[in-house]
């Protein structure tokens, strides 16, 4: 939520519990593995043009990695999913991008199936999200 206008600065959507992969998270070019394999990240990306595209992951630490669409030296978009158990009961999910396409983030908890879907609208600023109440499933 804005801090300034109390609404959410993305689109969001909750799959609650659908079928968990049971097998955790299984790294590719196109998917981020977070907390241990834990969180599967991937996006997806649409040009007002019509273009569009799966983000290309890049692993940067066991939390955050990053993506790329058009070019591999052009990072578009850094995301991390944080495990808050210990002090907020949750597991966070933060991105940041550098764009203004159309970009839709999938984080699925492949221990329970939970999917959170973020969307940021096409010919709009990437506003940061901060979403510290998205996995409420510990540990």
């Not at 609650?16 to 394999?37: E, K, R």
């Not at 699925?108 to 510290?132: C, H, K, M, W």
Request: proline share 5%.
């Amino acid at each position: 939520v804005d801090r300034f206008s109390g609404t959410v600065p993305y689109q969001l959507t909750v799959t609650m519990f659908s079928s968990p992969s049971g097998s955790g998270c299984t790294p590719s070019s196109t998917a981020l593995c977070l907390n241990g394999g834990r969180f599967r990240v991937e996006s997806t990306w649409q040009t007002d043009q019509g273009q569009a595209g799966l983000g290309q992951a890049i692993p940067l630490t066991s939390d955050t990695g990053y993506f790329w669409f058009f070019n591999s030296a052009n990072v578009e978009m850094v995301v991390k999913v944080l495990n808050a158990c210990g002090f907020a009961g949750k597991h966070w999910v933060f991105a940041g991008g550098l764009t203004n396409v159309q970009v839709a983030i999938t984080v699925t908890d492949t221990q329970t199936g939970e999917i959170r879907t973020y969307v940021n609208p096409q010919g709009s600023a990437f506003l940061p999200i901060q979403d510290s109440s998205a996995f409420a499933t510990c540990p």
